[in-house]
């Protein structure tokens, strides 16, 4: 049974930065992509970042682009997101997720595994 665990959130300042983890366990890592997703209250669950898995293709929403990294190291089955410019749009809980489609789609409901989240908080 795929399992998927995040770690690093936290509270931050407006401009802040925060690396966020997720551990994978349970199958062959790098056979699987590993989006990351977040959701703030009243909200919908949106797609923020993807990589692939043995050839690390990686994508990014437009809420990305520019201000966070993905990256992954199959040695230790991790997956990371580097976030930098953080603005207080930017809170929400923090998903790391993966399922059949690999990057093909940021839409929640195609995805099979999900962790239970992280929460990161912008204020001042």
């Known amino acids: 049974q795929v399992q998927l665990v995040e770690s690093g959130g936290g509270s931050v300042q407006p401009g802040g930065s925060l690396s966020l983890s997720c551990v994978f366990s349970?199958?062959?890592?790098?056979?699987?992509?590993i989006t990351w997703f977040r959701q703030a209250p009243g909200t919908e669950r949106e797609g923020v970042s993807c990589?692939?898995?043995?050839?690390?293709?990686?994508y990014y929403t437009d809420l990305a682009k520019g201000r966070f990294a993905i990256s992954r190291d199959n040695a230790k089955n991790t997956v990371y997101l580097q976030m930098n410019s953080l603005q207080p749009e930017d809170t929400a809980v923090y998903y790391c997720?993966?399922?059949?489609?690999?990057?093909?789609?940021?839409?929640?409901?195609?995805?099979?595994?999900w962790g239970r989240g992280t929460q990161v908080t912008v204020s001042l």
């Open positions: 997720a993966t399922g059949l489609y690999g990057c093909g789609s940021f839409v929640p409901l195609e995805y099979d595994y």
């Open positions: 349970g199958d062959t890592f790098d056979y699987y992509a």
């Open positions: 990589i692939a898995g043995r050839f690390p293709t990686k």
